[in-house]
Nanobody, 122 residues
Framework: EVQLVESGGGLVQAGGSLRLSCVAS????????IAWWRQAPGREREDVSC????????QYADSVKGRFTISRTSAKNTVYLQLNNLKPEDTGVYYC???????????????WGKGSLVTVSS
């Protein structure tokens, strides 16, 4: 059974930082890209970042480029999302997503974690 368990969310002031973690199990971690999506209150889910499994390439939404960093470690079957210089508009539930293949190009989100809430106060 695929499991994606997020942690690390919380309440932080604008300009602060958080590190989200996603521990994955139930599939071959080194064969799949992993993405982070988020959903702000009253808005649709949006993709934030993705990291491939084949060459470790990454991609980011324009709104988070230069502030967020995604990484992964096969030793712990874990994907991280470092959130720096947070803004109130970054508030939302952040989801870890198993992608349908090894790369981040035109991917299909296959499985979702339950999410971790990030709240940024102004």
């Amino acid at each position: 059974e695929v499991q994606l368990v997020e942690s690390g969310g919380g309440l932080v002031q604008a300009g602060g930082s958080l590190r989200l973690s996603c521990v994955a199990s139930g599939f071959s971690f080194n064969d799949y890209a992993i993405a982070w999506w988020r959903q702000a209150p009253g808005r649709e889910r949006e993709d934030v970042s993705c990291i491939s499994s084949d060459d470790g390439s990454t991609q980011y939404a324009d709104s988070v480029k230069g502030r967020f960093t995604i990484s992964r470690t096969s030793a712990k079957n874990t994907v991280y999302l470092q959130l720096n210089n947070l803004k109130p508009e970054d508030t939302g539930v952040y989801y870890c997503v198993l992608v349908s293949g090894p790369g981040c190009g035109n991917y299909y989100p296959d499985y979702w974690g339950k999410g971790s809430l990030v709240t940024v106060s102004s």
